[in-house]
C-alpha cells in the first residue's frame, strides 16, 4: 500500500503516469475543437433554439476551447496540466451531453413535468458514483492479480452497466408515447456518451494525486537543497 492511501504501490504508480507530450496536441483538438463542438454546439443551435441551453453551455465551451489551443501551442510545458484538462473535459462533457438531453426531452417531445429532469440526473449521479467506487477499488488491487480475483468487482460494474441500459430503454419507451423517434434516438445516444466519458472524470482525481506527489517532492529537493 502506499503510505497515507489505500491504493497498492504499483498499480497507483502506473496511475500517476502522465500522458506522452507528443499526443497531447491531436488529442486536445480532437477531444474540444471536433467532438466536444460538434456534439454541443449543433443540438444547441437546432430548432427550437431555447437560451437557457446557449447560456448554460456556451461559457463552459469557450473556456474548454482556449484550454485546448494553449496546450495545443505549449504541450510540454502543460503537461501535467493536461491531466486535469482530460478531467475538466470529462464533466464539461458528460453533464453537457445531460443537459442536451433535457433540451431534447422539453423542446423536441414537449415533456412538461419537472420530474424527468430530476429523475435523471439523480440516476446519472448514482451512476458517476458507482464508477467512480469501482474505479478507485481497482487502485486497491495488483494489476497482476490473478484472472479469478475480479468476481468481487463484477457487481458493481453491472450495477453501473444496468444503471445505463435502464435509462436507456425508459427513453426508448418514450417514442411509443410520442412517436417522436428521432428525439427519442438522440436521447439514447446522448446518455450513452454520458456515460461513456465518465472515464475521462477520473482524470481529475489523478490530477489531484500527481500533484501531491510533484509537490512533495518539489519540497524534498528544495529542503535538500537548503541542507
Known amino acids: ?50 437560451p437557457v441551453y446557449a447560456y448554460i453551455l456556451l ?47 422539453y423542446g423536441m417531445l414537449g415533456l412538461t413535468t419537472p420530474w424527468y429532469a430530476i429523475g435523471s440526473f439523480v440516476i446519472y449521479g448514482f451512476a458517476l458514483y458507482q464508477y467512480a467506487k469501482f474505479h478507485l477499488r481497482k487502485l486497491q488491487q495488483s ?11 463484477m457487481p458493481v460494474a453491472l450495477l453501473t452497466m444496468l444503471t445505463g441500459a435502464g435509462y436507456l430503454l425508459a427513453n426508448i419507451s418514450l417514442a411509443f408515447v410520442t412517436q417522436q423517434t428521432v428525439a427519442v434516438v438522440l436521447m439514447c445516444v446522448y446518455i450513452m456518451l454520458a456515460f461513456v ?21 518539489d519540497e524534498v529537493h528544495a529542503n535538500t537543497n537548503i541542507k
Open 143 to 153: 494489476p497482476h492479480r490473478k484472472k479469478g480475483d475480479t468476481g468481487a468487482r
Open 197 to 217: 466519458v465518465f472515464h475521462f472524470i477520473m482524470d481529475v482525481h489523478r490530477y489531484y494525486w500527481l500533484r501531491q506527489v510533484l509537490d512533495k517532492s
Open 59 to 105: 461559457p463552459l465551451l469557450l473556456v474548454m476551447n482556449v484550454w485546448a489551443i494553449a496546450l495545443i501551442v505549449t504541450p510540454r510545458r502543460l503537461q501535467v496540466n493536461y491531466v486535469l484538462f482530460r478531467g475538466v473535459f470529462g464533466i464539461v462533457c458528460s453533464l453537457g451531453f445531460m443537459v442536451i438531453v433535457q433540451k431534447f426531452a
Open 1 to 50: 500500500m502506499v503510505e497515507g492511501t489505500p491504493y497498492h504501490r504499483e498499480a497507483f504508480e502506473n496511475y500517476l503516469a502522465v500522458y506522452a507530450v507528443d499526443g497531447i496536441r491531436f488529442s486536445a483538438g480532437t477531444l474540444v475543437l471536433f467532438f466536444l463542438n460538434i456534439f454541443l454546439l449543433i443540438p444547441v443551435f437546432s430548432v427550437p433554439f431555447q
